[in-house]
């Protein structure tokens, strides 16, 4: 890798602070015990008020970055988009849901009940539906991306997700006997991705209109790096304060969802890479095509997750066992891309 190519040092190590905010999470839950759900109760429309502040406070950051201006170079180099959403909205999920199903209803079925299977794989199936929006930048970075290009692509997905995420999640959940709230998924994704993507937008032209492109890149947009990272671990803190008993009564738990998830990650970025490599795309253009796909939106999924099913549910658990484990394992593709380069 280039030595000059360097990760952010809460990027690097998110894994790490993941898992020290599962401990301070499990610490608080048995030690608070019943206190802690009056924070469970905060709720409108099904929408916990706490969550839905730190949730919103990760994803507007990453929403400031986008500039849908960007879209209209789409149809210079059109093949990489392509391929991008083909991934993302034909393929990965039906996938994410495929690999679930076998493991929680299958393999782990001596282990986990036909009603907690739902439940996880329905957390699954919110992972695989929401393709990555903020860390795909660090990932094509790293791996001498075309950041202009992953702009777009990156932005077309989050046009796409407005129309496209509610009808894929509520099929493949009806697929899997999960009765689907429509109004909260609807409610959902209006609070976790219509709201801060407007208000992104508006930002971004604003402030580059007043203080410029530069500007906006070097000092507005390091400001709230921070705000997104401290957000996020909040809420696995918060989500693991709920979670403690369920970990403590089976501490394998963790290691049995994460097993899908990994299989999941390698083989859609397998696959988007050779496809990638078939239709001759460039490597700036196929690595960051196969990290959009191997990587999730894991701040909406867990926010859905919780809107649809609860603070304490197992669909709130595997999504952030994918916040836990996406980090290692998309370093390691970091790596590939970067031995693969052609």
């Known amino acids: 890798m280039d030595a000059k190519k360097q990760i952010g040092f809460f990027e690097k190590y998110l ?15 048995n030690i608070a015990g019943e206190s802690v759900s009056v924070l469970s109760k905060m709720e409108i429309f099904n929408v916990n008020i706490p969550v839905a502040v730190l949730v919103w406070l990760m ?5 400031l970055q986008i500039d849908f201006s960007s879209i209209k170079n789409v149809g210079k180099r059109p093949k990489g988009l392509i391929l991008t959403l083909v991934i993302n909205w034909l393929i990965k999920p039906f996938t994410m849901a495929f690999f679930a199903w076998i493991f929680f209803t299958k393999i782990y079925s001596a282990f986990i009940s036909p009603e907690l299977a739902g439940e996880y794989i329905a957390g699954a199936i919110l992972l695989g539906a929401a393709p990555c929006t903020a860390m795909v930048f660090v990932w094509s970075y790293l791996t001498n991306g075309d950041p202009n290009y992953t702009l777009i692509q990156v932005s077309v997905n989050d046009l796409i997700i407005l129309v496209a995420f509610v009808p894929i999640v509520g ?3 009806g697929i899997t006997n999960i009765q689907v709230p429509y109004d909260t998924l609807i409610s959902s994704v209006a609070i976790f991705v219509v709201v801060p993507l407007l208000a992104g937008y508006i930002t971004n032209k604003v402030v580059i209109n007043r203080k410029g492109e530069e500007w ?3 000092t507005f947009l390091a400001k ?3 705000v997104s990272i401290i957000a996020l671990l909040l809420t696995l803190v918060l989500l693991f304060a709920f979670q403690g008993n369920t970990i403590t009564d089976n501490p394998l738990i963790i290691l049995l969802v994460a097993v899908p998830l990994i299989i999941q990650t390698y083989f859609i970025f397998f696959l988007t890479w050779f496809v990638g490599r078939k239709l001759k795309l460039p490597h700036a253009i196929c690595s960051p095509s196969a990290m959009i796909g191997a990587s999730n939106f894991f701040e ?3 926010a859905v997750a ?10 709130a658990l595997v999504t952030v066992v994918g916040v836990l484990v996406e980090v290692p394992i998309m370093l390691t593709l970091v790596a590939l891309a970067n031995k693969w380069k052609y």
Not at 59 to 63: A, E, L, W
């Open 59 to 63: 994803i507007y950051p990453m929403m």
């Open 216 to 218: 906006f890149k070097s």
């Open 306 to 315: 919780i809107a649809l099913f609860g603070l304490q549910s197992p669909a």
């Open 171 to 173: 099929l493949l959940l």
């Open 224 to 226: 709230f790096k921070p």
């Open 15 to 29: 894994t790490l602070w993941v898992a020290l905010c599962i401990g301070a999470g499990i610490f608080i839950g």
């Open 300 to 302: 909406l999924a867990v």
